[in-house]
C-alpha cells in the first residue's frame, strides 16, 4: 500500500468527525478508498455522501446496482472492490455465472434486459466514453431517465474508488486472495 489511512491517534478534528459520519451511517466502518480519503477530509465527506446515494439510495434495485458495481471493478480490475462486491452482489440476486464470466472477462449470458443493457451501457461507457444513440435510446427505454442517470452517477463513483484503490495500491484483507487476475 502505497499510502495507509491516517492514524486515529493523530486525526484532525475534520478527519474524526467524517471518520464517525461513515462508521454511523450504513457502511459501519472506515476502509478501502474511504481510509485514503481520510487524509483530505473535505474529499471523504463529499465522496462518501456520493457513495452513500449510490450504494443506498439510488432507483436502482440492489441487484442492478452491485451488477453494474462488479462491472465497474472488473473493468479497473480493481481486486479490492470486487472482494468488498461479490458477496453482496450474489446476495442481492446476481447470478453466480453472471459473476463468474464478469471474472473471466466474459459477456455474461443475461437472464433479462435490464440486466444485459446495464453491463451494455458501463462497459460501453468505460471503454468508449460515451453511448451510441442505439444503446442510450435502449437504455433509456428499459431503464428510464432516472435510473438510467443514476447508472451514469454510479459509474462515476466506482471509477473515483476504483482510481483510488488502484493509484494507492489498497490491498486486500490479509487471507484474501486476488480473482480478477485468474483466469
Known sequence: MRLGPPDFATMTPDQRRVH???TNGPR???RGP?????????????????GAYCRYGTLLEPQHSELAILCMAMIWQSEFEWWAH???ALNAGVEPHIVEALRRRET???????QEVIHAVVTTLSTKRRLPDTLYDRAASILGSDRL????????YYTLISMT????????PEGELPELSKP
Open 20 to 22: 464517525d459520519i461513515i
Open 28 to 30: 459501519g466502518r472506515v
Open 34 to 50: 474511504l481510509a485514503i480519503w481520510l487524509h483530505r477530509p473535505e474529499l471523504a465527506e463529499a465522496a462518501q455522501a456520493l
Open 86 to 88: 461479490k458477496p453482496i
Open 108 to 114: 455474461p449470458v443475461f437472464t433479462s434486459p435490464t
Open 149 to 156: 442517470i443514476d447508472l451514469v452517477g454510479l459509474c462515476g
Open 165 to 172: 484503490l488502484n493509484v494507492f495500491e489498497v490491498p486486500l
